[in-house]
Structure formats: C-alpha cells, structure tokens
C-alpha cells in the first residue's frame, strides 16, 4: 500500500519519478504527490487522484530538481485530499517525508509535539514523522532520521529530504518494504522493484530497522541504533518487458494469457520425467524433517487463501498429510497449537502482505517448521520463512491477482508430489502420472485461451445484473470463491461463493431471475451432485451459466450458457476452471467501464493491518 520513489543521478528527475509512480500505482492510487530540491529549496506538487492528475499539475506548473522523492497513496488516516497527500513537511518546510505505512502511536506523538509548538495541517498520521525529525535535526539528516524512528511505532517505510543537509535521500524501514537500486551513477529508492528495473537489476533490499543514506558519491547503511553495516547488491531476473503491457489492454488481461507459460516456468527443472520425480530440493528444508511432518498449516490471504484450499485437496490427496488452512489476519491473534510435528506454509504473492508476515513471525516464535510460496524472492516473507519454494510468474501488475493464484497451485501441486516422494507414499508410476498430467495442463489452457472470444460473449450478457451466486464443489468450490473475488473486486457486482451443497442451507432463498449462477462443473467424483444443484436454481428461476467439459448435450439441457473446457485430471481441473471464471469477471467489468488494473480502494499490496 502505498508506493514511494526517490532518485539522485543524471537523468531528469521529473521524469525518473513520475515513470516510477506510475509503475508503482497499484500499490495505491487515491493522491500523489513530489518533492524535488532545487538550489537548497524544496518544490512540491500534490494532487488528489491518480498519477495522471499529477502529471497534469506538473505539465501546468512544472518543476526541475537536482534530486527528490514522490508518491502514490492509498489512505488510511485522513480522506483521500491534496493537503494529506505526501509528502509531508515540517513546521519550516525544511524537510519533507513520504511514508508507507502506519504510524500507531501518531496521536500521543502529536499531541506532544503541539505542546513543544508544533503546528500541523493535516489529518494523516504520516505528518508526525517530518516533524519528529525536525524535533532532532541538529544539522544532519541520518542522525535525526535515527533518533525519530525510535519513537514511531507501528510499520512504515521512508523516504526523506532535507534543505538544510542537502544531497541526500534517507531511507529507513520498519515493516513495508524499501529497496535501492544502484546504476550507473545513478541511486533509484523504491517500495518494490519494478519502478527499478528500466535503470538497474542490481538491487539492495533494506531490512526492518534499517537506514539508508543515499547520496551521489554512493550509499551506506547501519542500523536504527547506529550501527554501520555491509550490504550488498543482489542481481534480479525481472526485466522490463515484464512490466509492460505488450498490447494487451489491461495488465490483467494480459496476465491471464500468461498463464500456460507461468505454469511451464513453475514446474521447469522441478520435475523429472524419466525417474517420476521431483527435486525441490531448493526450497531448504532436509527431507528428513518433511519426512517427519503429520500435518500441514496454510496460512494466506485473499487469491493466495483460495490457492491454498486448493493446495490443501492436493497435499491431502497426493501426499495423505492432513491440512488446516486459516486467514493469515484471524491466525495472528490465535492461541494455536505449537506442533513440532506440523510444516506452516505461508502463500503470498508479494511476500509483504501484514498479516500473513505477522502471522509467520508468531509461528517463528514458537521455533516452528515454515515455509513461503511467494513470487517474490528477496521479500520480507522469503527472508524470514525457514524454507521458501518460489513460483515463477513474473511481475504481476494488475491489482486482481490471476497468473500468480496459477502459480501457486503449481507450486502447492509440486510440493504434494515431493511430500509424497519423501514419505513413500506413491510408487513412481503414480508420480509419473500425476507429473504428466501436469505438464499437459498449460496446452490445455491454451485452448481455452485461444476460445477466448466465446468467453467474451458469454460475460456481456451478464454485464447489467447486480448480483451473482458461485457455486462449486470439492476441489472447485475454492474456484467458485475465486471466481467471486475476481468479480466483486474488479466490476464491484456483488458475488457469493458456495459449496453447492451448501445452497438449501440458506442461500437458495436468494434465486430468482434477477440472481445469475455460475457453476463450475467439470466431470469428476461430483459432476451428478453439481447437475442436480444447477437442476434446483432453475427449478427457482434462476439463469445459470456453467464451465465444464461435461458432455454438451446433458448439460445445454439444463444451463442457460456452457463455458468449455477441455478434458482434465479431475483433482487437476481447477487449473483450468479457474481461467474462464477469470475472463468471465474481466469482460464484465472491462465493458462496465471499470477500472480492471486498479480497482476502488484496493491496492495489490497490503502492507498495513
Ligand atoms: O501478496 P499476497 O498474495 O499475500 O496478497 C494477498 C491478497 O491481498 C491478494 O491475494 C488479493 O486478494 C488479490 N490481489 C485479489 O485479487
């Protein structure tokens, strides 16, 4: 939540910082704002909206600097409004801040400093921080920026400038990220990575209570206490292709065409045909103590939540583990069993999710097994889990998360396998057989995606309902939970997901022809249960439209649209029911005019509680 940019080097500052916004957008997008230092004086530039408002201003009033921060907010404290958007100054204008994050203690903190003749005016919580530095400032930035941290608590990620100790960009992190990209005589600070990527691939990840002063003779750490420290750059794999939109014309949308290759980069080099095997022996955990586990914990939010109740079908089938999955921001406050014998595994996309990081770090403190499936290697969740198994879907933009909950399920699939591997639970045979359904599956999403106009036509008819029930069963019900997420968060129709079972427990009441089902109904253990739950909706006159490779006769009979897939392993068959729901969701909401890459109050990274 919340994106912050800062650069020191040759090129033109306006337009390092505004193409970094705007790469940095779906962190938030409700205000933004800039500050560049110009001879020993800060400029600033705010706006309410989005960076394309403040790209206006700054072609109406420009702007030029020697060096200098910006920022794109997603509120928490104080409405969405030009005089709270960052950055933030002092009561003299000396020093100015952006901030992810949030500042728990802000309304002590200012009373405070209203008593030492502090004045402010704003509502946000972000305003204590240029003044509580302005309190210390005794001529040098990273001193006062030290002491200052030490009084805040609650999360939070910062950039600073200052008139008065000039070239120089502090940075200090507690909690959201922070990294600095380093390029040829060039420093580029950022709250992730992708702003970065058209000026370098070599890249600090700062660490929780840990300064940065970066200068254009160079940068240097040390801790919140002081203390000097040695960091090095890591090289990344992301390129700048992968940030673009490449004719698509939504991330999105082009996100959901990723997928076939996401899912062929996820299993490459994990699995060997000739031996029926698969090696992640990568993810860091001795297979003798997966060996020992009895039992599994996911913990996620969101798409990687419903991943992980898919994951759970597969380690249950493949692996005969038992497995509890539980929302990361329920977990954290939980007395919860301290089970040696047990592996907690934490999905993410982003790695930097709160809760889901505030939820590993209560399973550490009890010395417990843990593991990340995250896409994002160096991220806060990857550092701290004791094994990491990484999926490889690249960039995602779009705030909707869609190839990575593909990611994910090839992840957690490739993990079932190797659990069972370890645990001698299936002769190679077996292994083989699942393997090589896996890796037919991307071709097979190939040719729903190469249907997809079908898909398109199907969605427009439903584009003026107000409502939507989803219904599936065993291992598609987290698909039809997906599936209303998707539609919900990007074309704001109101959506519920059931069991379908579940259905004449209460929400069958709901059905009439004002409500639109979708089921998801590919042939498997439960195809008869899911046809006699679409038999009782349009018993209530209700219009179902259903995906499923179930023999088109029988079901045209009965539905009011099919959505076709191909044939599939039936535990399989999420990876490819899950891509319809999608595009059914897109078509909606991209012909309702919505904003599909940034939802309404969303932002693609929930990095406070
Ligand atoms: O980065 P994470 O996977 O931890 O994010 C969790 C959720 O915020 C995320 O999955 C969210 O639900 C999706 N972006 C919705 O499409």
């Known amino acids: 939540m919340c994106g912050i940019i800062g650069y020191i080097g040759q090129k033109d500052l306006c337009s390092v910082l505004l193409d970094g916004l705007k790469k940095l957008e779906y962190r ?114 990273e001193q ?3 002491k200052a941290v030490q009084e805040l608590k609650g999360a939070f990620a910062i950039a600073v400038v200052c008139s008065q100790d000039r070239n120089k960009v502090v940075v200090a992190r507690k909690g959201p990220p922070m990294v600095v ?6 420093y580029i600070i950022s709250s992730d990575i992708n702003p970065l990527l058209n000026h370098t691939r070599d890249i600090v990840f700062l660490q929780d209570r840990e300064i940065g002063v970066v200068q254009p003779t160079g940068i240097r750490f040390s801790s919140f206490s002081g203390k000097p420290l040695e960091k090095k750059a890591e090289r990344v794999s992301w390129n700048p292709v992968m940030i673009e939109k490449g004719g698509y014309k939504h991330f999105m949308l082009k996100e959901i065409f990723e ?39 996911i913990i996620a939010c969101g798409t990687s939540f419903n991943a992980g109740l898919i994951g759970k079908y597969f380690l249950e089938t493949i692996a005969g583990i038992p497995v509890e999955i539980e929302y990361a921001s329920e977990y954290r406050y939980k007395d919860f069993i301290a089970d040696q014998n047990a592996l907690f595994i934490f ?16 399973v550490i ?5 843990t593991m990340a499936v995250c896409n994002v290697k160096n991220s806060s969740i990857t550092r ?7 999926t490889h879907a690249g960039p995602e933009i779009g705030v909707a998360a869609t190839k990575t909950f593909t990611a994910q399920m090839s992840a957690l699939a490739l993990l079932a396998l190797y659990i069972a591997q370890i645990k001698k639970k299936m002769n190679k045979e077996q292994r083989l057989g699942y393997i090589q359904e896996l890796q037919r599956i991307p071709h097979q999403m190939e040719n729903i995606l190469n249907k997809v106009r079908s898909i398109e036509a199907a969605a427009l008819d439903f584009i003026s309902y107000s409502h939507f029930l989803y219904l599936g069963r065993w291992v598609n019900y987290p698909v039809a939970r997906e599936g209303a997420l998707k539609l919900k968060e990007i074309s704001y129709i109101h959506a519920e997901a059931y069991p379908g079972g579940e259905m004449k427990h209460g929400p069958i009441a709901l059905i009439d022809e004002k409500m639109p089902t979708m089921v998801i109904a590919p042939r498997d253990r ?44 039936e535990l399989f068959s999420p990876f490819l029911t899950a891509i319809p729901v999608q595009l059914f969701a897109y078509y909606i909401a991209a012909e309702r005019g919505a904003d599909v890459d940034q939802p309404r109050n969303l932002a693609k990274s929930v990095t406070v509680e």
């Open 365 to 369: 403190k009890k010395d417990l097994m």
């Open 526 to 569: 439960v195809i008869d249960k899911v046809l006699s739950n679409i038999s009782e909706v349009k018993a209530r006159l209700g219009t179902v439209v259903a995906v499923s490779n179930q023999d088109q006769k029988e079901l045209s009979d009965k539905v009011d649209k099919v959505i076709n897939i191909p044939e599939i392993h």
């Open 259 to 297: 997928q076939p290759q996401v899912m062929r980069d996820t299993l490459k080099g994990r699995i060997s045909l000739d031996e029926g095997d698969v090696h992640l022996d990568e993810i860091g955990i001795l297979k003798k103590d997966l060996n020992q586990i009895s039992r599994i914990v």
């Open 28 to 141: 938030g997008y409700d205000s933004a704002g800039i500050a560049v230092i110009q001879g020993g004086e800060i400029i600033k530039r705010r706006v309410k909206g989005k960076i394309s408002a403040l790209e206006q201003e700054l072609k109406s009033s420009p702007i030029r600097g020697e060096y200098g921060i910006a920022h794109t907010r997603w509120a928490t404290h104080g409405r969405p409004s030009e005089e709270n958007a960052h950055p933030h100054q002092d009561c003299k204008g000396n020093i100015v801040v952006v901030h992810n994050g949030i500042i728990e203690n802000y309304l002590q903190l200012k009373q405070e400093l209203i008593n030492q003749g502090h004045r402010f005016n704003t509502e946000t919580d972000t305003e204590i921080i240029p003044h509580t530095i302005e309190k210390h400032f005794r001529g040098n930035l």
């Open 384 to 390: 701290e889990a004791k094994g990491v198994l990484l």
């Open 144 to 146: 006062a920026v030290g």
């Open 347 to 362: 999905i993410s996309q982003s790695g930097e999710t709160a809760d889901t990081l505030a939820a590993l770090r209560e």
């Open 181 to 186: 990209g380093i390029g040829k005589n060039e």
